[in-house]
């Protein structure tokens, strides 16, 4: 049986006898042989029983526990949601066989009379109910497997999840859902068929089987497949940790396990995997909130396109709400003038100056008022609008800088977002490359941020348009660092000048060792690879004082300031910080 299922080497068998009484025991063990495939343990009540399940398995309960029918039926029940799915022999002080029947209806396994008990007859009788058991747990189990992969299936996940959330309710207990599924499966099986799509899936289970035996699980996490290339993880989060965190670091290590090329057709493909996390109660109490957000978790990584993971936030539920409020004007907001930029402040931290800004985007909307691109870039990039709002970008951050150079305030650079989708624009290097010269903007003062999730799309494709860029004069900066799948061998071969630290490791910097650990280690990585490193998210001294300590080049921050019209940013750079 499988160990993703929570199954269990079968050499050794945990025996619980429940007593109050001394005699019992004293009478077992004689009988017992000390056999090496049994363990014999003898508690003496109820809540000593339900303490000693929920920390080891048990296989099989003696009973001796005289009472009257009902009171069986009652205790048994009982027995059964401390140790569900464990036989009970009831014990009795002689037994005789109808006694033996109606002990049975009420959930016993067997009835054995102490009278006249022998060693080989109660050797044989926990034989017996153990070989019966197991091939019943066989056949349940095979009716909850997944035929492919051997991991659970769909009605066994969704029978789980209801069954661990409540038990993680009653202990206290932080549960982690995942879902992981590859980008553009349903192509894979178009263009190979598909045997080599189920080679695939196999494949993709057995990484995912992998990361559960080397996380630090409790043996009960659970791997199950929902359907197609869809799979599903339910991680018990070990105690005295910090969830997001952990969490955050678990999805890494899932996103650098799935990573590695895949065989297919006698060829090594590249297939970037999306993955969406939540975790109860935090996200959510119910499944159904648990299911809901983890989609949305799930589809907002998709969407950032190739190799990511998302954790759900509450923003995403307001933007799978907002599209159809948004979606029909932002079509016609670009020629209406509706998107503005902000310049949000890079100061250097050796000198404290400004040497530079990072454009970002915003929409005047003309009933809603102001609107931060978390609403509507992603919009943008779904229905490809993305692609001229983006050139829109270039030129006005181009001309905005020649204005500052001109007045003599800005001798830094202006980093601009370049979205993955825009790579599908097969003339972007070239549009880039007039919009430069039409504006007659200094191409060595521009910096386009692309994410890790651009560059693994689609690597022959992206590096000859980042080659083209560079050629021209561009600097490139790798945005939101840490979060997406990285490359060593991509990172060197590309011409990338800077590294920007995302801001989710920054907020903890202070607190949590992991996130020193992680800045400090970018920092590290970027000096040696001669490139310039920037934090992102400032927002306290002792944040400043972690990264001036470590070496950091640059930073951007609410600590400094936000990102504020072009007119303001004039201002700070002609009167200093404020
Ligand atoms: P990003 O590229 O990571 O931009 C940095 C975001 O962090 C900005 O949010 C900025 O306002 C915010 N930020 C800066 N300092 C702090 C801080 O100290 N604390 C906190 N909590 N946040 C800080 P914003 O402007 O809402 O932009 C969100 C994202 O939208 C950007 O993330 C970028 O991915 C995208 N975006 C913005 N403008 C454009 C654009 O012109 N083109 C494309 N493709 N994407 C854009
Ligand atoms: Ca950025
Ligand atoms: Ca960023």
């Known amino acids: 049986m499988h160990s993703a299922l929570g199954e269990y080497p079968e050499t050794e068998f945990q025996l619980v006898l429940l007593d109050r009484q001394e005699a019992t025991r004293t009478l077992l063990e004689e009988l017992l042989p000390l056999q090496q495939e049994y363990r014999f343990s003898h508690l003496r009540g109820l809540d000593p029983l339900r303490l000693f399940a929920s920390r080891h398995r048990v296989d099989l309960l003696l009973l001796h526990w005289p009472g009257d029918l009902h009171q069986y039926r009652q205790l048994i029940e009982q027995l059964q949601q401390y140790c569900p799915d464990c036989p009970i022999i009831v014990l009795e002080s002689s037994a005789c066989d109808t006694r033996s029947e109606l002990l049975q209806a009420v959930g016993a396994s067997d009835c054995l009379p102490l009278a006249t008990l022998s060693g080989p007859l109660l050797q044989r009788a926990i034989r017996y109910t153990l070989r019966h058991h197991r091939q019943a747990a066989e056949i349940r189990q095979l009716r909850q497997a997944d ?338 799948y990285s490359s060593f061998a991509l990172l060197q071969k590309l011409p990338i000048h800077t590294l920007k630290i995302d801001r989710s490791f920054i907020r903890n910097v202070t607190d949590n060792p992991d996130d020193a650990e992680i800045v400090r280690a970018i920092i590290n990585l970027a000096h040696n690879l001669e490139m310039v490193v920037i934090a992102e998210g400032v927002e306290t001294e002792a944040q400043l004082n972690f990264l001036q300590q470590h070496g950091c080049d640059q930073v951007q921050g609410f600590l400094f300031s936000p990102a504020v019209p072009l007119e303001s940013f004039e201002q700070m750079l002609e009167r200093g910080l404020p």
Not at 350 to 370: D, F, K, N, T, Y
Not at 404 to 433: E, K, M, P, W, Y
Not at 441 to 464: G, K, N
Request: proline fraction near 5%; charge should be positive; aromatic fraction near 8%.
């Open 147 to 484: 035929p492919l992969t051997e991991v659970g299936n769909r009605p066994f996940f969704y029978r789980q999840l209801a069954a661990r959330l409540a038990q993680s309710r009653q202990e206290n207990r932080t549960l982690a859902l995942i879902y992981v599924d590859l980008d553009g499966f349903s192509k894979l099986n178009r263009r190979f068929g598909h045997s080599a799509g189920d080679t695939v899936v196999r494949e993709l289970s057995q990484r995912l089987k992998e990361t559960l035996v080397s996380g630090q699980t409790t043996g009960r996490d659970l791997l199950a497949r929902l359907g197609g290339d869809e799979f599903a993880l339910l991680l018990w989060l070990p105690p005295d940790q910090q969830p997001v965190s952990w969490l955050r670091q678990r999805l890494q290590q899932l996103l650098q396990r799935l990573a590695p090329p895949y065989r297919i057709d006698g060829n090594e493909r590249l297939l970037a995997c999306s993955i969406g996390a939540v975790l109860a109660p935090l996200h959510g109490r119910s499944v159904d909130a648990l299911l809901r957000r983890v989609g949305l978790a799930h589809t907002a990584a998709k969407q950032q396109h190739g190799g990511s993971y998302r954790t759900f936030t509450p923003t995403l539920e307001e933007s799978a709400a907002a599209p159809s409020a948004l979606e029909p004007d932002i079509f016609t907001a670009l020629r209406a003038e509706q998107f503005v930029l902000h310049y949000q402040p890079r100061i250097e931290l050796c000198s404290g100056r400004i040497v530079g800004a990072e454009a970002l985007m915003r929409w005047h909307h003309p009933q809603q008022g102001l609107i931060m691109p978390d609403r509507f870039i992603p919009l943008a990039e779904r229905n490809g609008l993305i692609v001229p709002m983006g050139y829109w970008a270039i030129h006005n951050a181009g001309k905005a800088l020649m204005k500052l150079r001109l007045h003599g305030r800005l001798d830094g650079r202006i980093g601009v977002n370049l979205s993955f989708r825009q790579f599908r624009d097969a003339q972007l290097a070239a549009t880039i490359g007039r919009i430069i010269d039409q504006e007659q903007i200094d191409p060595r003062a521009l910096e386009l941020e692309l994410t890790e999730s651009a560059l693994f799309s689609d690597e022959h494709h992206v590096r000859s348009c980042i080659e083209q860029l560079h050629r021209l004069g561009i600097a490139f900066s790798l945005d939101d660092f840490g979060t997406g």
